[in-house]
T-cell receptor, first 112, second 113 residues
């Protein structure tokens, strides 16, 4: 059974640019959540999508956005990149409410 | 406002001994707690969880203890193995948060052989 797939694995962008990250959940999982991990910090919740609707949102500026498609795949977008956005971005999918929560390997974003 | 705290940034333990990782939380609405293990360049891997209706859950070498009155939980690994060396994250959730997990900052565990 395929796990949660995140692409790309690594990305280098310049300040001011925008970036789109992709997440394919485990087959049958309809919930996709996104987290940001920076050095010395735990994982910070960005948002959750369920059946193409944003169901929950963390404390991040509006430059961070996401969406979910009908096949449950999700993308997150960061516009006007800042140096502080350099982080590991993790996606997790789940079967239902707090069931089978599984993380992907993440996308390492570096902003220069 | 850090609702989940792991106050020990790192822990070093001899192979075969017990590893105890600690986690404190402030939000009394949290009712479900999880421990994840993370290697560099990989996503977190689920280890063990506990619901607030229990005070202990065991799975092989891993046991999680929950003290609701103290808002404290701990993960015990017995016996510790070199392959257990990783970053361990404590996470909490509540019904009102749905699938949002609130994580601690993590503890680096080093198991020396």
């Amino acid at each position: 059974k395929a796990g949660v797939t995140q692409t790309p694995r690594y990305l280098i962008k310049t300040r001011g640019q925008q970036v789109t990250l992709s997440c394919s959940p485990i087959s049958g999982h309809r919930s996709v959540s996104w987290y940001q991990q920076t050095p010395g910090q735990g994982l910070q919740f960005l948002f959750e999508y369920f059946s193409e609707t944003q169901r929950n949102k963390g404390n991040f500026p509006g430059r961070f956005s996401g969406r979910q498609f009908s096949n449950s795949r999700s993308e997150m977008n960061v516009s006007t990149l800042e140096l502080g956005d350099s982080a590991l971005y993790l996606c997790a999918s789940s079967l239902g409410e707090r069931i089978g929560y599984t993380f992907g390997s993440g996308t390492r974003l570096t902003v220069v | 406002d850090q609702q989940v705290k792991q106050n020990s940034p790192s822990l070093s333990v001899q192979e075969g001994r017990i590893s105890i990782l600690n986690c404190d939380y402030t939000n009394s609405m949290f009712d479900y707690f999880l421990w994840y293990k993370k290697y560099p360049a990989e996503g977190p891997t689920f280890l063990i969880s506990i619901s607030s209706i229990k005070d202990k859950n065991e799975d092989g070498r891993f046991t999680v203890f929950l003290n609701k009155s103290a808002k404290h939980l701990s993960l015990h690994i017995v016996p510790s193995q070199p392959g257990d060396s990783a970053v361990y994250f404590c996470a909490a959730s509540s019904m009102e948060y749905g699938n949002k997990l609130v994580f601690g900052a993590g503890t680096i565990l080093r198991v020396k052989s």
